[in-house]
Antibody, heavy 121, light 111 residues
């Protein structure tokens, strides 16, 4: 059974940098896209971007382009989401998920357990 | 691009059927049979319930079914149970640079 395990909760100050992770326990990390989804407190789901770990091809939602960086290290089957300078408005739960199927990727399954990021002075 | 439109809340009694709508445009819901639905219980990660409009992943109850007409997709829960109380989100592939768009979310309450 494929599992995505995310790094733990983070509390940061505005202006700090952060990199959170999503480790894929499956055997096919380099052949499936991984996506990141934001959920602000009490709000809905927002797609941020996806990466193909096989060649690091990355696509961003226009809403998040330039605001975050998505990367992957296929040697350890791990995808990352990072910020260079956090803002209070980045406070949210962040989920990773596989984006399936191969071909036209169009649904998210399975999901990681989520990483809570709190940005506060 | 704004989110797909869902009703904020839907409620029903145990055993009843309810339907959640998800309205988009011809660039997303209406243009592709690529609508998926997710269930999210409080404090938990979303779970895939339906993909490609009508398909159920292995392990998902057959009380959940999906359909689509024009620019509106729907999720029907039949034989409503207390465990179905959760938030539900639709998602569609889109021809825009956004690639994917989520619905605004619907809170299902079992009375």
């Amino acid at each position: 059974e494929v599992q995505l395990v995310q790094s733990g909760a983070e509390v940061k100050k505005p202006g700090e940098s952060l990199k959170i992770s999503c480790k894929d326990s499956g055997y096919s990390f380099t052949t499936y896209w991984i996506g990141w989804v934001r959920q602000m407190p009490g709000k809905g789901l927002e797609w941020m971007g996806i990466i193909y770990p096989g060649d690091s091809d990355t696509r961003y939602s226009p809403s998040f382009q330039g605001q975050v960086t998505i990367s992957a290290d296929k040697s350890i089957s791990t995808a990352y989401l990072q910020w260079s300078s956090l803002k209070a408005s980045d406070t949210a739960m962040y989920y990773c998920a596989r984006v399936l199927p191969l071909g036209v990727q169009r649904w998210f399954d399975p999901w990681g357990q989520g990483t809570l990021v709190i940005v506060s002075s | 691009q704004s989110g797909l439109t869902q009703p904020a809340s839907v409620s029903g009694s145990p055993g009843q059927s309810i339907t959640i709508s998800c309205t988009g445009t011809s660039s997303d819901v209406g243009g592709y049979n690529y609508v998926s639905w997710y269930q999210q219980h409080p404090g938990k990660a979303p779970k895939l319930m339906i993909y490609d409009v009508t398909n159920r992943p292995s392990g998902v109850s057959n009380r959940f079914s999906g359909s689509k007409s024009g620019n509106t997709a729907s999720l029907t829960i039949s034989g409503l149970q207390a465990e179905d109380e959760a938030d539900y989100y639709c998602n569609s592939y889109t021809s825009s640079s956004t690639l994917y768009v989520f619905g605004t979310g619907t809170k299902v309450t079992v009375l």
